[in-house]
């Protein structure tokens, strides 16, 4: 059985694989080399070096400003949406009435489009807002919270299940063990159940702060960036430098291998520091 898998397994790849070459590799490689040119077709690319990085930090300031205000709201959101989605998750384990349908109430908002999801919470806000004479564009800080709001609403349901999957698993018999011994709830919670669910908490970390770093679609219905590009994230800021601006399609092309840059090493480091404090079964 092992040499006909064996003699087979290319060519059950080999679908997968072509499809990752070409929908990621191939463009990727493409892309990193294309920040390094001035061009308005990849026919037509002119090698310029660094040029377009330069100009990414020195043109202006609408990138470190978008940085600056995804990192805000990427600690802000991560930590939120894990916090809570993790208490849920604890009732959610317990005898509590229609446990399954609140799980199921919980999780509907991930089905959602962001597109949706930014003009749905945009009505919501400044129905809100309207009474004091303000809309969400009114401030920079509105902007903020409601991005935040909205990236919890959609995204804590998601994490919820994930944890209750890790909460699910731990064996009863070490929660017994740890209440004969004499272990109160909050020493329980920090000394058993956290440990044992770092799994889940390794891959939770992930979704959400890949996900809250490369918002883009809730960030362009919800405020566009407005007022002023204040609430203008980073990916909606390579966007509109990619499109909107004429000529610096190289630029905006090598904001985005920037922030792939920046956003895989924070991934990684958070895997790895995680990864670390997972507990063998």
């Given at each position: 059985?092992?040499?006909?898998?064996?003699?087979?397994?290319?060519?059950?790849?080999?679908?997968?694989?072509?499809?990752?070459?070409?929908?990621?590799?191939?463009?990727?490689?493409?892309?990193?080399?294309?920040?390094?040119?001035?061009?308005?077709?990849?026919?037509?690319?002119?090698?310029?070096?660094?040029?377009?990085?330069?100009?990414?930090?020195?043109?202006?300031?609408?990138?470190?400003?978008?940085?600056?205000?995804?990192?805000?709201?990427?600690?802000?959101?991560?930590?939120?949406?894990?916090?809570?989605?993790?208490?849920?998750?604890?009732?959610?384990?317990?005898?509590?009435?229609?446990?399954?349908?609140?799980?199921?109430?919980?999780?509907?908002?991930?089905?959602?489009?962001?597109?949706?999801?930014?003009?749905?919470?945009?009505?919501?806000?400044?129905?809100?807002?309207?009474?004091?004479?303000?809309?969400?564009?009114?401030?920079a800080t509105f902007g903020f919270w409601g991005l935040?709001?909205?990236?919890?609403?959609?995204?804590?349901?998601?994490?919820?299940?994930?944890?209750?999957?890790?909460?699910?698993?731990?064996?009863?018999?070490?929660?017994?063990?740890?209440?004969?011994?004499?272990?109160?709830?909050?020493?329980?919670?920090?000394?058993?159940?956290?440990?044992?669910?770092?799994?889940?908490?390794?891959?939770?970390?992930?979704?959400?702060?890949?996900?809250?770093?490369?918002?883009?679609?809730?960030?362009?219905?919800?405020?566009?960036?407005?007022?002023?590009?204040?609430?203008?994230?980073?990916?909606?800021?390579?966007?509109?430098?990619?499109?909107?601006?004429?000529?610096?399609?190289?630029?905006?092309?090598?904001?985005?291998?920037?922030?792939?840059?920046?956003?895989?090493?924070?991934?990684?480091?958070?895997?790895?520091?995680?990864?670390?404090?997972?507990?063998?079964?």
């Amino acid at each position: 059985m092992r040499n006909p898998a064996k003699r087979y397994f290319f060519i059950f790849v080999l679908p997968t694989l072509l499809a990752f070459l070409i929908a990621f590799v191939i463009p990727f490689i493409l892309g990193f080399f294309l920040s390094f040119t001035e061009f308005t077709t990849v026919n037509d690319a002119t090698f310029v070096g660094f040029s377009n990085y330069i100009k990414a930090f020195s043109d202006d300031n609408s990138f470190l400003n978008a940085l600056w205000f995804t990192v805000s709201f990427a600690i802000t959101s991560v930590i939120s949406i894990n916090v809570i989605a993790f208490l849920l998750a604890l009732m959610l384990t317990r005898t509590v009435p229609a446990t399954k349908f609140f799980r199921t109430i919980f999780f509907m908002p991930n089905l959602i489009g962001g597109i949706v999801l930014g003009y749905i919470w945009q009505v919501i806000i400044n129905g809100v807002l309207y009474r004091f004479n303000y809309s969400i564009t009114s401030s920079a800080t509105f902007g903020f919270w409601g991005l935040v709001i909205l990236m919890n609403w959609q995204m804590i349901g998601y994490m919820m299940i994930i944890y209750i999957a890790g909460i699910q698993n731990i064996p009863t018999d070490i929660i017994e063990a740890s209440k004969v011994d004499g272990a109160g709830t909050f020493t329980t919670l920090r000394k058993v159940i956290i440990p044992s669910v770092m799994p889940s908490i390794t891959i939770c970390l992930f979704l959400t702060i890949t996900n809250s770093f490369k918002l883009f679609d809730s960030n362009l219905s919800l405020t566009a960036g407005a007022p002023g590009n204040k609430t203008q994230m980073v990916a909606l800021d390579i966007y509109n430098t990619f499109y909107s601006r004429t000529g610096f399609e190289g630029v905006g092309q090598a904001k985005a291998v920037i922030f792939f840059i920046i956003v895989a090493i924070i991934a990684l480091a958070q895997l790895k520091f995680t990864r670390g404090r997972e507990v063998e079964h």
